[in-house]
């Protein structure tokens, strides 16, 4: 039974997010998305997996052939083991943990493993490059997901996620803790090796990252499943962390949580159409300089507040954390705007026009509509 | 100690179980849908089509190994905020300044490293 649910959660997540990030991208873009195979196109991520299968599966000569099949059984470990400790309704979790929270934190540390081990074992230059990468990246953003499931332990005064949506009854988390969820979205983005933080596989200079040499099946199980598995388990523990878990008027518990999970992986599909890639100095940069001191910071204001006032602490956290988030977000944006104009002067530095034009003003600006006989 | 508490721990292990044998169940099922045919050419590292020079395991100047140092700082922090998170309401002011004081020399070490240059593209 248990297993039935984790393995239909797995390709449920292969079959809805890899079509709806192509239809929705392609909406972005002004596009169509796939629309041939079935109606709106909605056979196509069953084609591509019936093709995936019947396609030649090698292993180059010079990779460690062990390790390269280890790999994705490392990496499928983290979807798979996170949902068993998520409540689906009041009483049915796959395994009710009272460690609930630092369970999750140790087996999300899982998928590092897999990449790392990915990248290194197919013995190819982008494949390691990407490998290590991913590597960074992972264990920097490691940090304040780390902090901000401590500051929800806080809150709840347990770390078993039934206690946390149980103390969910009357408040969702997010309302007390926009900041702290605003750090887990970010930081949990970077983990998913999302846009804009999809470095460890940018195709314009790494070709595939650490999935270079993977072809066939292997690639599905990769790029398909366990990649998209993982958007949904982070969306199913988001829900749970702050979005009230299988609360909700009207449907049953279940329905509810795959819901606000589903939502949480659109988001990521919306940021992946709408943001650019960072540097790697800069996306270190922003984990270590930024979001843990920030992440401290908070957890260590929630703490005083639960202690001075243990309560009603509910109400100055809020105040604060909203506070902190409406700061965090306007510094933030001048902060960049700042720096992005400064690039931006010094690059037009030597052209005879004012850097805020960027073309010159003696030409029209051709627009979408002009061009044409 | 329930009979429940055992149980749980069993059903994460069979899920584990479970993780293995479908990742070698799906590339198995491939391997008898799939047609074969590999010669060398098709076998050598992929280099965007230029024939592949040397090995990808030498010596290779991995420029954030000070950021695994600085993880396993903050990873032994975590290890102990945790226990703490949960217990801390009984311990009142006194174990919140004590946890405090610790994660302010950790902040230190932080910062020491910031200005150091350590989290600096190196």
Redesign the interface.
């Known amino acids: 039974m248990a297993l039935a649910i984790t393995m239909a959660v797995i390709f449920a997540s292969g079959v809805v997010f890899p079509y709806s990030m192509r239809r929705l991208w392609g909406f972005v873009g002004d596009r169509h998305g796939p629309n041939r195979v079935g109606p709106l196109g909605l056979l196509q991520p069953f084609a591509d997996f019936i093709k995936l299968v019947t396609k030649e599966d090698i292993t180059p000569t010079k990779a460690n052939r062990w390790v390269f099949l280890l790999a994705p059984v490392i990496g499928f470990a983290t979807p798979i083991l996170i949902q068993a400790v998520i409540p689906y309704s009041e009483t049915y979790t796959i395994a009710n943990l009272n460690v609930g929270l630092l369970y999750i934190a140790a087996v999300s540390a899982f998928g590092v493993l897999g990449i790392l081990l990915a990248g290194w074992s197919a013995n190819n230059k982008y494949t390691l490059v990407g490998g290590l990468r991913a590597g960074a990246q992972m264990i920097s953003y490691e940090i304040p997901l780390l902090l901000t499931l401590i500051i929800v332990a806080m809150l709840a005064d347990s770390m078993s996620l039934n206690d946390v949506v149980v103390q969910q009854a009357d408040v969702w988390y997010i309302v007390i803790q926009p900041m702290a969820f605003i750090i887990f979205l970010v930081a949990g983005v970077a983990e998913l090796n999302r846009t804009p933080f999809d470095l460890p596989e940018a195709e314009s200079e790494l070709v595939g990252g650490y999935m270079t040499e993977y072809g066939g099946i292997r690639f599905a199980l990769f790029a398909g499943l366990m990649e998209w598995g993982n958007v949904t388990v982070w969306g199913l523990t988001t829900a749970t962390l702050f979005l009230g878990g299988w609360r909700g008027p009207f449907l049953s518990g279940p329905i509810w949580l795959l819901l606000k999970a589903v939502i949480m992986g659109l988001i990521i599909i919306w940021f992946f159409a709408t943001f650019p890639r960072l540097q790697v100095d800069q996306l270190m940069a922003f984990a270590w300089k930024i979001l843990i001191p920030i992440s401290i910071l908070n957890l260590g204001v929630t703490g005083l507040f639960i202690v001075l006032w243990p309560d009603n602490y509910l109400l100055p956290t809020a105040i604060f954390s909203w506070g902190a988030t409406l700061v965090f977000i306007g510094v933030f944006t001048f902060v960049v705007k700042k720096i992005l104009l400064g690039k931006r002067l010094g690059m037009h530095k030597s052209m005879d026009y004012e850097p805020w034009m960027l073309r010159k003003p003696a030409e029209p600006i051709p627009t979408r509509r002009q061009v044409g006989p | 100690m329930t009979p429940?508490y055992y149980?749980?721990?069993l059903?994460?292990a069979?899920?584990?179980l479970?993780?293995?044998l479908?990742?070698?169940a799906?590339?198995g099922?491939?391997?008898l849908?799939?047609?074969?045919?590999?010669y060398?050419q098709?076998?050598?590292?992929?280099?965007?089509g230029i024939e592949?020079f040397s090995?990808?395991?030498s010596p290779?100047a991995?420029r954030?190994y000070i950021?695994?140092l600085?993880?396993v700082l903050?990873?032994v922090e975590?290890v102990f905020?945790?226990p703490w998170?949960?217990i801390?309401?009984d311990m009142?002011?006194t174990g919140?300044i004590e946890?405090?004081i610790f994660?302010t020399v950790l902040?230190f070490g932080?910062f020491y490293a910031?200005i150091k240059g350590a989290?600096?593209?190196v």
């Open positions: 429940d149980v749980s721990y059903s994460i069979l899920l584990g479970a993780d293995i479908f990742v070698l799906l590339i099922a491939s391997r849908v799939q047609r074969r045919n590999p060398p098709k076998l050598t590292t992929y280099e965007c592949p090995d990808s395991w290779f991995i954030y950021f695994a600085l993880f903050f990873d975590a905020l945790y998170a949960v801390f309401r009142g002011f919140f946890m405090m994660i902040l932080l910031w989290l600096e593209w």
